[in-house]
């Protein structure tokens, strides 16, 4: 009970949102005799939150299988395998990108520096701009939502998810999003749904593995399914030693389960 509760509050804020991955945890343990983070490394990481940011207006990343060393189990390739919506969400996003008007793409961008410099009532008000302009754009709803979680703004940002949805309903940043709040409200079978459609949309999507890891390991106990996204995770972020120690845990605790069966 010690271990989990300790691994439970080192895990509970690494929630991961937008393009970039945000990690919002101390960092993880193996045993009950590692230092916790101090509270200057856990404010470094909470300043990151700022930083999640969704540019709509480039390509993401194809669904490619990354070139990693760890991809040696089939199963672990599998889980980067092009689906039929990812290769519909990446049409959508290069025909996004070929149409969007210059002064919208400005306007978006000058959007997301406000956002960067926390500026967060000018980039509220960039992207209600874009909006008006260009309402098929959901990166300007999800940015939105973004801002109102940090915000403290809860019931605002699931309506923008919402709205982000409605326009583009195979996104995977607004499915993840969505499986953030969820999360957070507590409801679980939510959150996995919701991580599970952003990893169709989008199979190599870092943030979304390691946030249906967490979920499942710590709030589902399922172990095997929290096992197999650290993995995942790794694949595509191997030198993150963090999450490395957290699989490591993880792997100890399912031996141990296994070898009291």
Same mark, same amino acid.
């Given at each position: 009970?010690?271990?989990?509760?300790?691994?439970? +509050?080192?895990?509970?804020?690494?929630?991961? %949102?937008?393009?970039?991955?945000?990690?919002?945890?101390?960092?993880?343990?193996?045993?009950?005799?590692?230092?916790?983070?101090?509270?200057?490394? $856990?404010?470094?990481?909470?300043?990151?939150?700022?930083?999640?940011?969704? #540019?709509?207006?480039?390509?993401? @990343?194809?669904?490619?299988?990354? #070139?990693?060393?760890? !991809?040696?189990?089939?199963?672990?390739?599998? !889980?980067?395998?092009?689906?039929? +919506?990812?290769?519909?969400?990446?049409?959508? $996003? @290069?025909?996004?990108?070929?149409?969007?008007?210059?002064? %919208?793409?400005?306007?978006?961008?000058?959007?997301?520096?406000?956002?960067?410099?926390? $500026?967060?009532?000018?980039?509220?008000?960039?992207?209600?701009?874009?909006?008006?302009?260009?309402?098929?754009?959901?990166?300007?709803?999800?940015?939105?939502?973004?801002?109102? =979680?940090?915000?403290? =703004?809860?019931?605002?940002?699931?309506?923008? %998810?919402?709205?982000?949805?409605?326009?583009?309903?195979?996104?995977?940043?607004?499915?993840?999003?969505?499986?953030?709040?969820?999360? +957070?409200?507590?409801?679980?079978?939510?959150?996995?749904?919701?991580?599970?459609?952003?990893?169709?949309?989008?199979?190599?999507?870092?943030?979304?593995?390691?946030?249906?890891?967490?979920?499942?390991?710590?709030?589902?106990?399922?172990?095997?399914?929290?096992?197999?996204?650290?993995?995942?995770?790794?694949?595509?972020? =191997?030198? #993150?030693? =963090?999450? $490395?120690?957290?699989?490591?845990?993880?792997?100890?605790?399912?031996?141990?389960?296994?070898?009291?069966?």
């Amino acid at each position: 009970m010690r271990y989990f509760n300790r691994h439970l +509050q080192q895990h509970k804020n690494a929630i991961a %949102i937008g393009l970039f991955t945000v990690m919002l945890s101390a960092c993880s343990t193996i045993n009950d005799t590692d230092e916790a983070v101090s509270a200057e490394e $856990q404010q470094a990481e909470l300043k990151k939150l700022a930083k999640a940011l969704v #540019d709509e207006t480039e390509l993401e @990343k194809s669904s490619t299988p990354p #070139d990693n060393k760890l !991809a040696s189990d089939t199963n672990q390739q599998d !889980a980067f395998k092009p689906t039929e +919506q990812s290769l519909e969400y990446q049409r959508k $996003q @290069k025909q996004m990108q070929q149409s969007i008007p210059s002064n %919208i793409s400005e306007l978006y961008q000058r959007a997301l520096s406000a956002m960067q410099a926390e $500026q967060w009532q000018q980039a509220n008000d960039l992207f209600s701009q874009v909006i008006v302009l260009s309402p098929e754009l959901s990166g300007s709803y999800l940015n939105q939502a973004i801002i109102a =979680q940090k915000t403290q =703004q809860l019931v605002l940002a699931q309506e923008k %998810i919402n709205q982000a949805l409605k326009v583009n309903p195979i996104s995977p940043y607004a499915h993840n999003l969505n499986g953030v709040l969820a999360r +957070q409200r507590g409801e679980f079978q939510v959150a996995e749904q919701s991580y599970l459609a952003a990893l169709n949309s989008l199979p190599n999507y870092a943030d979304a593995h390691l946030n249906l890891a967490i979920l499942a390991e710590l709030y589902q106990g399922k172990l095997a399914l929290a096992q197999q996204h650290y993995q995942a995770y790794l694949m595509i972020h =191997q030198d #993150d030693k =963090q999450v $490395q120690r957290w699989l490591a845990g993880l792997s100890l605790k399912l031996a141990q389960t296994n070898a009291g069966e």
